[in-house]
């Protein structure tokens, strides 16, 4: 009866602990900030756009990441799906000269969103149909995408002036960040699309058993094709809000948040070996290593604390990731 008693608390501890770990750094970073600053951490406007804008980067990189891992796959390729794009956006946006309008700027979200879907229809291919391992397939594109970025901008920061570009990355509704608006967007979109719909269902079944899915008449090669393609037009819409951010695109705009992003893949409750994970999980993931950075940067430690901070974190989901596999294996 006792065991019984105790898995009925641990179960749900599992499940929701990083909702549980968000609240805690939020309050051991307002608790630090009112006691050796002497002001808030959280309730300033400063303060939570800030975290909502490094959250949308991670997110938005986070977000196909979510469906490929679901699905029972990885995609390495995200950093540079990211920076290719960021670069394309800019270069499009840099033939329409100086000042270039709001025409020329959609014309450079639809090259860098075209460049973004080129990577992962090559990594849908090669995993699909070639049957490459996604880690090793992923890895390979990881080094093209990346190639092909620095080639594209000559080996430098491709820089641009454009008002539409500068607001899509800078600009705010209602005082929320544009980026942390399009984040939002995008997760919804997601989220509908992994609970509401055969696509779903089908991507939690491949995950659990591809043979399973095989056998219920799934087109397994097609599916793979479409999350890889989703992973990195995800993954380059972060590139694209980076170029609007900075004004400028470069090919390693996406490398800095690679490890943010799998990290709050597998924060968000994802498992190791698919089957498991949800949109809302990345987002809080994505929520924790933003809170963690900007808590880091406002106590005054260096940057390189945050990669330390966020691999401790990455070490705890994966051990609460194998305890709530054991626990589920010790109740059937």
Not at 9 to 38: C, D, H, M, R
Not at 99 to 113: K, Q, W
Not at 170 to 193: D, E, M, Q, S
Request: hydrophobic share 55%.
């Amino acid at each position: 009866m006792a065991n019984t008693n105790g898995a009925s608390v641990l179960k749900p501890l599992l499940n929701a602990w990083s909702w549980l770990f968000l609240a805690i750094i939020l309050i051991f970073f307002e608790i630090y900030a009112q006691t050796e600053v002497g002001a808030t951490f959280l309730f300033r406007v400063y303060s939570i756009q800030a975290i909502l804008t490094a959250a949308s980067q991670i997110l938005l990189l986070a977000l196909g990441l979510t469906l490929v891992v679901v699905a029972g796959h990885i995609d390495l390729s995200i950093a540079f799906s990211s920076g290719f794009a960021a670069v394309v956006m800019a270069l499009v946006i840099r033939l329409g000269g100086m000042d270039s309008g709001f025409l020329i700027f959609l014309a450079g979200l639809a090259a860098g969103i075209g460049a973004g879907a080129i990577v992962g229809l090559v990594n849908g291919w090669l995993i699909a149909h070639i049957n490459v391992p996604s880690f090793i397939g992923t890895l390979g594109t990881y080094g093209i995408a990346r190639g092909a970025a620095l080639i594209v901008a000559g080996g430098a920061v491709v820089s641009i002036q454009n008002d539409s570009a500068r607001v899509f990355g800078n600009g705010t509704v209602a005082g929320v960040p544009l980026p942390a608006i399009i984040a939002g967007v995008l997760a919804l979109f997601c989220h509908y699309v992994l609970t509401h719909t055969k696509f779903g269902v089908h991507t939690y079944a491949l995950g659990a058993s591809r043979a399973s899915v095989e056998r219920a008449g799934v087109d397994v090669k097609r599916h793979l094709m479409i999350l890889f393609v989703l992973s990195a037009v995800t993954a380059a819409a972060g590139g694209l809000v980076y170029t609007g951010r900075f004004s400028a695109g470069a090919a390693n705009a996406g490398e800095p948040i690679l490890l943010y992003a799998v990290a709050a893949v597998f924060i968000g409750g994802a498992s190791l070996t698919g089957g498991q994970g949800t949109i809302i999980g990345t987002v809080i993931g994505s929520l924790i290593i933003a809170v963690i950075q900007f808590g880091l940067v406002f106590s005054g430690l260096p940057p390189y604390w945050q990669f330390i901070a966020v691999g401790l974190v990455i070490i705890v989901a994966v051990v609460v990731d194998q305890s709530r596999d054991r626990f589920s294996g010790s109740q059937t």
